[in-house]
């Protein structure tokens, strides 16, 4: 057989058999990150974050599967990671398992590969390619014994079937795992956002501020509509006048003739689901609800 074909074929699949390994490691990694935070619910983080908060717990219509918006932004987290951790681990290998007082795996060629699966071919493979424009009667001899050697022999020797195997093992079970989270709709329990907001309550999100004592939202920048405890005296026998001033109230025409002084900017595109609020308080405040629907009801008629 032909030693310098023999030596190039091998080359050649040692170079994919490498490239092979990168894309196991890298997906059995990713996936096995994705399953870690999806447990971890993870995704419940982005209810701290504006921008993603609509789309938290959210999924788009995709036949027999349940995966939420939120699982793809972790997928492309899990993705930046792994690439990441994989090119400081492999350019800084050495120093990293020198820091663990190890001794860092060596980076075997063909040739190394080949000898070490064939101890007969240990120092005269190399010797004989090293030797092919050698036409001396001992570089002749040694050629000819060592292309005896190499027949039927193949590449794919050359792959590591252990390294192959529990890569494809590992991609299969946390697949599967992952598989059985989407077809199910399985959501993990924890909460890590709520905790956070507990033990760190500047990070929460700006919601309408409650009044504790009437349980009514309260906002000093709001219109004249009563909220919280009415400055309307209480006393029996006593008629109130609930009619609005001249020139109160804000008609619909009025806005109207604003509006069409303003350019229209169409709002932010959020999934149909989201548009409901989280957050509806219709507690009144006691004792007062007939006087506040009174209110409104005069507040509709002078607009």
């Given at each position: 057989?032909?030693?310098?074909?023999?030596?190039?074929?091998?080359?050649?699949?040692?170079?994919?058999?490498?490239?092979?390994?990168?894309?196991?490691?890298?997906?059995?990694?990713?996936?096995?990150?994705?399953?870690?935070?999806?447990?971890?619910n993870l995704g419940d983080l982005f209810k701290l974050i504006p921008a993603l908060e609509p789309?938290?717990?959210?999924?788009?219509?995709?036949?027999?599967?349940h995966i939420r918006y939120d699982t793809f932004i972790l997928l492309a987290i899990s993705l930046l990671i792994t690439f990441i951790g994989l090119t400081v681990y492999r350019r800084y290998r050495s120093r990293i398992y020198?820091?663990?007082?190890?001794?860092?795996?060596?980076?075997?060629?063909?040739?190394?590969?080949m000898e070490r699966l064939h101890p007969e071919l240990k120092d005269r493979l190399r010797?004989?390619?090293?030797?092919?424009?050698?036409?001396?009667?001992i570089a002749a001899d040694l050629k000819q014994q060592v292309s005896k050697d190499?027949?039927?022999?193949?590449?794919?020797?050359?792959?590591?079937?252990?390294?192959?195997?529990?890569?494809?093992?590992?991609?299969?079970?946390?697949?599967?795992?992952?598989?059985?989270?989407?077809?199910?709709g399985f959501a993990s329990p924890i909460e890590p956002a709520s905790e956070i907001t507990k033990r760190i309550p500047r990070i929460s999100m700006d919601r309408p501020d409650v009044d504790p004592d009437n349980n009514t939202t309260v906002n000093d920048s709001s219109s004249s509509v009563p909220v919280g405890t009415p400055?309307?005296?209480?006393?029996?026998?006593?008629?109130?006048?609930?009619?609005l001033p001249p020139g109160s109230?804000?008609?619909p025409g009025e806005q109207l003739n604003e509006s069409?002084?303003?350019?229209?900017?169409?709002?932010?595109?959020?999934?149909?689901?989201?548009?409901?609020?989280?957050?509806?308080?219709?507690?009144?405040?006691?004792?007062?609800?007939?006087?506040?629907?009174?209110?409104?009801?005069?507040?509709?008629?002078t607009s």
């Open positions: 057989m032909d030693i310098k074909k023999f030596v190039l074929e091998n080359e050649s699949g040692v170079r994919q058999n490498k490239r092979l390994y990168k894309v196991l490691d890298f997906v059995s990694i990713t996936l096995f990150l994705l399953l870690l935070m999806l447990l971890l789309y938290v717990g959210l999924s788009p219509d995709l036949p027999l599967l020198k820091w663990f007082g190890a001794k860092p795996p060596k980076d075997e060629n063909s040739f190394d590969i010797t004989a390619y090293d030797n092919l424009d050698d036409n001396t009667v190499i027949e039927g022999i193949s590449k794919m020797e050359l792959r590591d079937k252990k390294k192959v195997r529990s890569g494809a093992i590992a991609i299969a079970v946390v697949g599967i795992l992952l598989l059985g989270i989407f077809f199910t400055p309307i005296s209480e006393d029996p026998g006593i008629d109130i006048d609930v009619t109230g804000f008609g069409e002084n303003k350019s229209f900017e169409p709002s932010k595109y959020y999934p149909p689901e989201s548009l409901s609020s989280t957050h509806f308080y219709d507690t009144l405040p006691e004792g007062y609800a007939d006087l506040i629907k009174d209110y409104f009801e005069k507040l509709a008629e």
